[in-house]
């Protein structure tokens, strides 16, 4: 079963530091843009991040300069390193992904359970 599994969300004070990790498992043929989003209560689910294929990134403005996205195309995996934190950046954070099952051989975006950050003193 192909699947998103996401780890490394938590606790941090503001001007603290997290890595979120999303790793794709399953029968995969090939794997295009990877993503993290996030989605405050009540709002529409946000772009934070993307890289593609070819290691293009974009950022939202509100985290440019303080994120970082990365992959590692050999274990199929995408990153988000998370600095100077704050309290706005509170709430949860999905991964996206581009995925090609060899099952089906069709791209499709799938998404991962979400982890939840909080930016607390």
């Known amino acids: 079963q192909v699947q998103l599994v996401e780890s490394g969300g938590g606790l941090v004070q503001p001007g603290g530091s997290l890595r979120l990790s999303c790793a794709a498992s399953?029968?995969?043929?090939?794997?295009?843009?990877m993503g993290w989003y996030r989605q405050a209560p009540g709002k529409q689910r946000e772009l934070v991040a993307v890289?593609?294929?070819?290691?293009?990134?974009n950022y939202a403005d509100s985290v440019k300069g303080r994120f970082t996205i990365s992959r590692d195309n050999a274990k199929n995996t995408v990153h988000l390193q998370m600095n100077s934190l704050k309290p706005e950046d509170t709430t949860v954070y999905y991964c996206?992904?581009?995925?090609?099952?060899?099952?089906?051989?069709?791209?499709?975006?799938?998404w991962g359970q979400g982890t939840q950050v909080t930016v607390s003193s």
């Open positions: 890289t593609t294929s070819g290691g293009s990134t």
């Open positions: 399953g029968s995969i043929f090939s794997i295009g843009a």
């Open positions: 996206n992904a581009f995925l090609k099952p060899i099952a089906t051989m069709k791209v499709v975006g799938f």
